[in-house]
């Protein structure tokens, strides 16, 4: 879908929503004095969320002088929707933040919210045929279609002495039903949700982590957030991360009860409470801390490892389509400058 098109649907949208509603711009306050934020979803509510939801329930957006008002996951992506000015802010991942970029949009990661990749080669635990990734050489893979994904898979394939030849089938969210039944070798699963769910089924997965073969590693789940909206309201922006921020610490030292503020302000998301919890404390365990123990923040060393994998396997298209013939500066790419010290 072109830029254009993807505006054009986006004012459509707008245009339902503010004779529905009344809401003016982003800059605009609404009744109370409260700066209007507007922050996309890329997924129904789960525990990649738990931050914005503690910020909401402990008030401390509205602390900051915002109100932020909760777009729900729809068809277009969140990098979309903010370069086309539907919202201030929005979750995104790593290599979908760094492909907009490239393609022109005008958003730049403002928080990390996992510090490590959250997703592995995932495959049945009882599949003794594959120890290692070079086992999966003439397997299925059961994708969801993003760019990286098969290129990823290849380059640690290969890095194990395989020739990184297998099947791929995109089956989305059904790509684990796949495994389950024996219909497809491997996939990508998140461990603190896909996995989880995989365990309490009976149908457990074991993990090959990209990492141990050499693969940079990346910020699984980032925020991003318009560059002009950084520029044009930098107190309000600065407000907004450092309170989300304050959310993702405080889901890292209280796991149980983030995850409870999840549910309650989500009562009719999750069927499974307990593996709401479950999934929250390995987050907070494992992946909302960076090594020093702070939370949201990035390294260019990071940022730049998985960038130059990108770049170089032609992941990265600018605005015309054509690969990006110059590797990018990566340090225009995301900033901490908003972030706090929680």
Known sequence: MSRTTVRARVAALLVVASLATGCAGPSSGDDDGLTRVRFALDWTPNTNHTGLYVALAQGWFADAGLDVQVLPYSDTA??????????????????????????????????????HWATAIGVRADDERITSPRDLDGLIYAGFGAPGEVPLLQEVIRADGGTGEFTTVVLGSSAYEALYAGEADFTIPYVAWEGIEAERAGTPMRYLEYTDHGFPDAYAVVVDASRQWVADEPEAARAFVGALQRGYAWAAEHPDEAAALL?????????????????????????????DGSVGTMTLDQVSGYGDFLFDAGILAGPDGEPLAERPDWSTTFTTSLLGEP
Do not use: C, K, Y
């Not at 919202?87 to 510090?115: F, K, P, R, W, Y």
């Not at 309650?264 to 999750?270: G, I, K």
């Open 78 to 115: 969140p990098d979309q929707l903010v370069d086309a000015g539907a919202a201030e802010a929005g979750i995104s991942t790593h290599d979908s933040s760094l492909i907009a970029q490239a393609a022109g949009a005008d958003v730049v990661a403002v928080l990390a919210v996992l510090q």
């Open 263 to 291: 549910v309650e302000q989500n009562p009719d998301a999750f069927a499974d409470p307990d593996l709401v919890t479950q999934s929250q404390r390995m987050l907070s365990a494992d992946w909302l801390r960076a090594d």
